[in-house]
Nanobody, 120 residues
Framework: QVQLVESGGGLVQAGGSLRLSCAAS????????MGWFRQAPGLERAFVAA????????YLGDSVKGRFTISRDNAKNTVYLQMNSLKPEDTAVYYC?????????????WGQGTQVTVSS
């Protein structure tokens, strides 16, 4: 059983930056692909970014390409989401997730989420 804990969310002005972290425990982190998702009020959860086990392959959602970067540090059991040029429409609860397959749309474990609020 893998536990995931997100951190780094908060309130930021439009144009600013945040870096989210997701710390994993209870499993072999390097054997899981990792993803970030977000859910805004009244909307369905949406894919943001994903990274392969080794970190040599990444995917980004169209709405965040050129602004967000996903990375991981397997020695620290942590995946990151660097968010630059933030927009009010990026406001959401951000979740990290772990998957045993790659590439995949099915994730096995989820964190509790961290709130990101971007003010205009």
């Amino acid at each position: 059983q893998v536990q995931l804990v997100e951190s780094g969310g908060g309130l930021v002005q439009a144009g600013g930056s945040l870096r989210l972290s997701c710390a994993a425990s209870g499993g072999t982190f390097s054997s899981y692909a990792m993803g970030w998702f977000r859910q805004a009020p009244g909307l369905e959860r949406a894919f943001v970014a994903a990274i392969s086990w080794s970190g040599d392959s990444t995917y980004l959602g169209d709405s965040v390409k050129g602004r967000f970067t996903i990375s991981r540090d397997n020695a620290k059991n942590t995946v990151y989401l660097q968010m630059n040029s933030l927009k009010p429409e990026d406001t959401a609860v951000y979740y990290c997730a772990a998957a045993s397959g790659w590439p995949t749309r099915e994730y096995d474990y989820w964190g509790q989420g961290t709130q990101v609020t971007v003010s205009s």
